[in-house]
């Protein structure tokens, strides 16, 4: 390690980081702007100067940019030297003439990394005294407010959204002192990571025009560790309280999972916790007064659980705590997987695959850092959007080293990086059903049904390994494919293999592990993700219970069988023939959920559940990562509890006792790994209910929290005790430790000076590295070979169209297609209308223009959409837009028929 002298004092830094990034890492306080850690340096801002010295002799120095400059052996440097600090003052004086006097108002203030860094130089008073430069704002849709008057021009946003997402309409216009950050023209930002904007950009130009419509200050939010709930990837987020609603959501940094960014649908789609569709008492069905007290619920609780036939459903969107505590309740004979037979039998099959150890699943850092990438059959920015992103990164970053290797240049370059690779990028090859926003940067692409998806899977197994059998009746064009992409896979070190479900394809599972293992030796280390279809659905899976059509088979069998229903909407993750099926064989209905839908509906007896935003729990990602997330506020409503509590309530209501005593979270999952060895490890996720640092816990409410006494003044004057949590090691108050709490349980970022999301660099153990103490979260699925794997050799027949029937597959839309997201209005006013998508050769076939209307008939029912023509979409497949509000899931992977609806 390179000894660097700051100010005369040696200090040992990481090689090939620029004097920023060293200086920040041992805990200087040097400002900057235009420098981001998941992006490098460009040096637009000049505010991060300080002065270079030749040897220990020279006093007279230099003034140079620490962010672009390198650290060598034997160094010297000042922070503090006159120069430097006076060269810092009149840069932010500079970028402060035009910016406006509005920080009382701003949506930034006392959140905001310009304030602090002005404080940070010491600049304090204003001295220009002439007519500012105006913008006028621009309409940027629904999730982000612009304010471009704010704006001091350190490019962050472009660089962002531009270079780093691949959004292309937001750019920079004009020059000079009139350089312009926005689109062409108004209108909806088109990325599904525009939400990052508002913590990427250092002032109050971009914002949470979402926070902006229940706005309250940063500083007097109550917030706590979260997990993403709208896909299987598990984001860690923050949540923010203010009032008993949430306000918004953040990201929390995790350097293995999301970095620095989430994606619009995890960081806009927290209104369903506010929703006015939420289930707020218990009900009984079929008596006058179907809202019910807890003397009520109980008697009536007792009497239907008596019944000796009772099974549980469980929920992939539920936390494993409660899918336990269901277990406990109805046995473990009992409890049956909530999802459809296909899905339930596809993510057996892929838990046993990464069980067998021969492969490691891939993070998405791990992701970011592969040399070569093949999806092989999902459309993962639909159904994992934050992968999609690292996958950009992976194929960026591949040209940049390459580029970087050849012309000696620093990877932390940004600009100069960039002007050599030019459109270069690294080998991605995307095998899907329809076309991606990923085909911008593929290399190669392909587009087919789901059985010639798994049949191109398989050719490049055996190309890479030609003991397996080869697939014949390929086309000179698609074998060429195929040759070129196992080449690509064989010449990278750290090949990624993605793959998923929602074709609904056995083969393609089987395919892309059989390119995996295939891969991977002891030189080549190669990795495999499979996207899953919920937050929890690995979870679920991992607890080997039957399918749910087991159930209504048992249902058949034994007549006047009670059913519980945990947090699961069937009518959504089955079809509704099941789900009719299913309750028309039931006793008496116990749903406990959060939020009304049609299995609601069928309940005799319903119970409020507590959503992410009032309950502890685990999840574990499609990586088999267990990850907590902690109750950001206690809802004032005494019937919302936790599943797993009211569970437990009901366990003991069913067996006639009452310990009276409390239930802790800690307790199922002691219980949980003694009952289910395949969890354990779940204990160690986070530190017990108990733990403390010193005797405090972990404040959730910043010490400038300041409203507590003013949001009751008008019902009490004098302050009422602080809510007390049991469960967990974090507190209600402002009140306790004041330093750096373990990753797993870090509420907030903040740091003294540093106000604003940047102050997450004093968490990590250096910029854009691991957090304190490693990231939050435990791999339940190590990677260990514990079992000999075998390859797949049954190659499926390819696809042959049918006469007038389609196969039937889900077209999924990044903010349209989630169950609980689709409560936020501003996300729904993004998401598409359904519509079904066909070849151009049905299309003709049915005399259809795009727009006009079929009919597609499944199972007996019938649903009329709009037609959207894709030129990509092999003959015979329809898609169907997956999500659908109030009409269920559809039959996925079967065949349909369509009929063209005739214009009246």
């Known amino acids: 390690?390179?000894?660097?002298?700051?100010?005369?004092?040696?200090?040992?830094?990481?090689?090939?980081?620029?004097?920023?990034?060293?200086?920040?890492?041992?805990?200087?306080?040097?400002?900057?702007?235009?420098?981001?850690?998941?992006m490098g340096s460009v040096g637009a801002c000049r505010q991060c100067a300080v002065k270079v010295f030749k040897d220990s002799s020279d006093t007279q120095g230099r003034l140079i940019m620490s962010c672009m400059e390198e650290v060598k052996e034997g160094q010297y440097l000042s922070i503090s030297d006159p120069t430097a600090e006076a060269f810092r003052e009149q840069v932010i004086e500079w970028l402060m003439t035009n910016h406006p006097h509005d920080c009382p108002v701003c949506d930034e203030g006392g959140s905001c990394h310009l304030q602090d860094m002005t404080v940070m130089t010491g600049h304090d008073y204003r001295r220009y005294e002439f007519k500012k430069r105006?913008?006028?704002?621009?309409?940027?849709?629904?999730?982000?407010?612009?304010?471009?008057?704010?704006?001091?021009?350190?490019?962050?946003?472009?660089?962002?959204?531009?270079?780093?997402?691949?959004?292309?309409?937001?750019?920079?216009?004009?020059?000079?002192?009139?350089?312009?950050?926005?689109?062409?023209?108004?209108?909806?930002?088109?990325?599904?990571?525009?939400?990052?904007?508002?913590?990427?950009?250092?002032?109050?130009?971009?914002?949470?025009?979402?926070?902006?419509?229940?706005y309250t200050r940063k500083w007097d939010l109550t917030m706590s560790p979260s997990i993403c709930h709208h896909c299987s990837v598990g984001c860690n987020t923050i949540a923010g309280e203010r009032y008993g609603e949430v306000r918004c959501v953040v990201n929390r940094y995790n350097g293995e999972v999301n970095g620095y960014f989430l994606c619009d649908r995890g960081r806009f789609g927290y209104e369903f916790v506010n929703s006015e569709n939420r289930v707020q008492r218990p009900l009984i069905r079929h008596q006058r007064n179907e809202a019910?007290?807890?003397?009520?619920?109980?008697?009536?609780?007792?009497?239907?659980?008596s019944n000796t036939n009772i099974i549980?459903?469980?929920?992939?969107?539920?936390?494993?705590?409660?899918?336990?505590?269901?277990?406990?309740?109805?046995?473990?004979?009992?409890?049956?997987?909530?999802?459809?037979?296909?899905?339930?039998?596809?993510?057996?099959?892929?838990?046993?695959?990464l069980n067998f150890g021969e492969v490691q699943t891939a993070s998405l850092k791990e992701i970011e850092s592969a040399d070569a990438v093949l999806i092989l059959g999902e459309d993962i920015w639909n159904t994992a959007p934050m992968m999609a992103l690292a996958v950009r990164q992976a194929v960026k970053k591949t040209a940049a080293l390459q580029v970087s290797q050849k012309g000696h240049l620093p990877l932390w370059n940004d600009a100069a990086i960039k002007e050599q690779v030019q459109e270069s990028n690294g080998f991605l090859a995307n095998i899907t059903i329809a076309g991606s926003p990923l085909d911008e940067i593929t290399t190669e692409t392909?587009?087919?049904?789901?059985?010639?998806?798994?049949?191109?899977?398989?050719?490049?197994?055996?190309?890479?390994?030609?003991?397996?059998?080869?697939?014949?009746?390929?086309?000179?064009?698609?074998?060429?494919?195929?040759?070129?992409?196992a080449h690509a896979l064989r010449q990278a070190q750290h090949p990624v293999i993605i793959s998923g479900i929602t074709c609904f394809n056995e083969g393609i599972v089987k395919a892309a592990f059989d390119i995996a293992a295939t891969l991977n030796s002891p030189e080549r280390k190669a990795k495999l993700a499979y996207i899953m279809q919920e937050c929890n659905s690995v979870g679920l899976t991992m607890m080997q219970a039957p399918f749910l059509q087991e159930a209504i088979s048992r249902l058949k069998r034994q007549e006047e069988t009670t059913v519980v229903i945990l947090e699961n909407d069937l009518y959504h993750s089955t079809n509704a023939p099941?789900?009719?099926?299913?309750?028309?064989?039931?006793?008496?209905?116990?749903?406990?959920?959060?939020?009304?839908?049609?299995?609601?509906?069928?309940?005799?007896?319903?119970?409020?559940?507590?959503?992410?935003?009032?309950?502890?729990?685990?999840?574990?990602?499609?990586?088999?990562?267990?990850?907590?997330?902690?109750?950001?506020?206690?809802?004032?409503?005494?019937?919302?509890?936790?599943?797993?509590?009211?569970?437990?309530?009901?366990?003991?209501?069913?067996?006639?006792?009452?310990?009276?005593?409390?239930?802790?979270l800690d307790r199922f999952e002691e219980q949980l790994e003694a009952a289910l060895p395949q969890f354990k490890g779940l204990t160690k996720v986070a530190p017990s209910h108990n733990f403390t640092i010193h005797g405090e816990r972990i404040p959730r409410q910043p010490h400038r929290y300041s409203g507590r006494t003013a949001m009751r003044a008008n019902i009490q004057v004098s302050e009422p005790k602080p809510l007390q949590d049991n469960d967990s090691p974090l507190s209600f108050t402002?009140?306790?430790?004041?330093?750096?709490?373990?990753?797993?349980?870090?509420?907030?970022?903040?740091?003294?000076?540093?106000?604003?999301?940047?102050s997450v660099l004093k968490y990590q153990e250096e910029p854009g590295g691991s957090l304190r103490g490693g990231d939050p979260g435990i791999r339940l699925l190590n990677g260990k070979k514990e079992q000999k794997s075998i390859l797949f050799k049954d190659i499926p027949e390819a696809f042959k169209a049918r006469s007038e029937k389609w196969l039937l597959l889900p077209q999924y839309h990044v903010l349209g297609s989630g169950e609980l997201s689709s409560y936020t209005k501003a996300l729904a006013s993004l998401s598409p209308e359904p519509f079904v998508s066909i070849s151009v050769h049905d299309a003709e076939q049915l005399s259809i223009k795009e727009g006009g209307w079929i009919k597609l008939l499944t199972e007996g029912n019938e649903y009329s959409f709009p037609v959207k023509i894709n030129n990509h979409l092999s003959n015979g497949l329809v898609l169907v837009s997956a999500g659908l509000k109030d009409r269920g899931a559809l039959s996925w992977g079967n065949w349909s028929k369509i009929e063209k609806v005739e214009e009246k």
């Not at 019910?292 to 659980?305: F, K, Y």
């Not at 899918?323 to 057996?348: K, P, T």
């Not at 587009?447 to 086309?475: K, M």
């Not at 009140?735 to 999301?757: H, R």
């Open 292 to 305: 019910v007290s807890d003397a009520e619920l109980s008697i009536q609780l007792r009497t239907t659980l």
């Open 1 to 38: 390690m390179p000894t660097i002298y700051i100010d005369k004092v040696p200090y040992n830094v990481k090689a090939g980081k620029t004097l920023l990034e060293a200086c920040l890492t041992l805990g200087f306080n040097l400002p900057y702007f235009c420098w981001h850690p998941a």
């Open 578 to 664: 099941i789900a009719d099926e299913l309750f028309k064989l039931s006793g008496k209905v116990i749903v406990i959920d959060h939020l009304h839908n049609r299995t609601t509906e069928k309940a005799d007896i319903l119970i409020p559940a507590a959503t992410f935003a009032e309950a502890d729990g685990t999840l574990i990602n499609y990586e088999g990562r267990a990850q907590r997330f902690y109750q950001v506020f206690m809802p004032d409503n005494p019937f919302i509890k936790e599943s797993w509590r009211w569970l437990s309530e009901m366990l003991l209501i069913k067996n006639g006792t009452s310990n009276g005593k409390h239930i802790y």
């Open 734 to 758: 402002m009140e306790g430790l004041k330093g750096y709490p373990p990753s797993p349980l870090i509420p907030f970022f903040w740091s003294p000076g540093w106000n604003s999301v940047q």
């Open 134 to 214: 105006t913008y006028r704002n621009q309409y940027l849709g629904p999730l982000i407010h612009h304010e471009m008057n704010r704006c001091i021009q350190c490019y962050r946003c472009v660089r962002y959204y531009h270079d780093y997402a691949g959004g292309n309409d937001l750019n920079v216009f004009s020059a000079h002192n009139h350089v312009y950050f926005g689109r062409e023209k108004d209108g909806v930002l088109e990325s599904p990571f525009s939400g990052n904007l508002a913590e990427v950009c250092p002032t109050g130009v971009f914002t949470d025009k979402t926070l902006k419509e229940h």
């Open 312 to 353: 549980g459903i469980g929920s992939p969107r539920a936390s494993l705590e409660s899918n336990f505590a269901l277990r406990q309740l109805v046995g473990s004979d009992n409890f049956y997987q909530g999802v459809s037979e296909d899905e339930a039998y596809l993510n057996r099959k892929v838990l046993q695959l």
């Open 446 to 485: 392909c587009y087919a049904a789901p059985d010639d998806i798994a049949r191109l899977g398989f050719a490049i197994a055996h190309e890479l390994n030609d003991s397996l059998p080869s697939v014949s009746n390929l086309s000179e064009e698609l074998t060429q494919k195929v040759a070129s992409i």
